[in-house]
């Protein structure tokens, strides 16, 4: 039997986000499985899964900074703007320079209104979008407040006439697509563009470094899980330590005194077990999710 825990996956690409989880149920033996953010098929890399009562933790991962490698094609616009998708136009991008790429990758930097792209997992009056478009609808999706905090460009290779392909760096928030930044890049340059590789190479502090493949997984089953709780907690978030007393009023839900820690933070028990997450108001510790086993 898995034990509670997170594990980094290094995902293949071909694959969805929910074909990783449907494997892992079957490698960790239990069905509380899930993930800490989508990638796309076409995607590679970090992939946290939550195993167990540790599923609970998901949110905290979801909301975390991600950093990913990606390259944007300059030249074609697809209906997916990735890969994935059919080429919808195209036009010559051989007489765009350097300078006009950096300068329209360096505008879409910082705190920026972006509309996710059309063919993407966000749900539309309870259906998802990519739904929507592969029945043939059009949909426009209302821009989101997102923040790009690093963009470099590593490189900008022109292998074939008409078109021009920039690897990037990228830093964001979650909820940014780097779809969208290769799509409005393009519309900038008057172009089009779109993503043709994309790695996701962080999500929070958690990075490809420490990530096992799905055949690494498989061959250790079910001992799958790298981080059990008690240690995931303590890599994301603040500790507080518990003294019995505190330890028994907060595993049956009841508030702490606060200690001055901002956001949520994770309190363990004398034993070093992880007995909940708690966020502080009006001098109060209250747990916004109980993990101590009942």
Known sequence: ??????????????MTSHDVVARLRRLARTRRVG?????DPMAT?????????????LTYVIGADKTYAATI???????????????ISTAPAGGVTDEAIRAALAALTGEIDQVPSAVSAIKINGQRAYKRVRDGESVDLPARRVTVSRLD???????????VDVDVEVACSTGTYIRAIARDAGLALQVGGHLTALRRTAVGGFTL????????????APEVVDLPLAA?????????????????????????????????????DPAGQLIAIVSERAGRARAEIVLAPA
Request: hydrophobic content about 40%; overall charge negative; charged content about 25%.
């Open 45 to 57: 890399g970090v992939l946290v899964i939550g195993v167990g009562r540790a599923t609970r933790l």
């Open 1 to 14: 039997m898995s034990t509670d825990g997170l594990i980094v996956v290094d995902k293949p690409g071909g």
């Open 232 to 268: 995931a907690a303590a890599r994301f978030f603040t500790r507080r330590d518990a003294s019995p007393d505190e330890a028994k009023v907060l595993s049956h839900g009841g508030p702490l005194d606060a200690v001055g820690h901002a956001g949520p933070y994770a309190v363990f």
């Open 153 to 163: 460009v590593l490189a900008i290779r022109r292998d074939q006439p008409d078109l």
């Open 209 to 220: 470094a420490e990530a096992a493949t799905l055949d690494e997984l498989e061959q250790r």
């Open 73 to 87: 094609r300059l030249g074609q616009s697809t209906v997916t703007d990735d890969a994935e998708g059919d080429v």
């Open 35 to 39: 993930h800490g953010g989508t990638l």
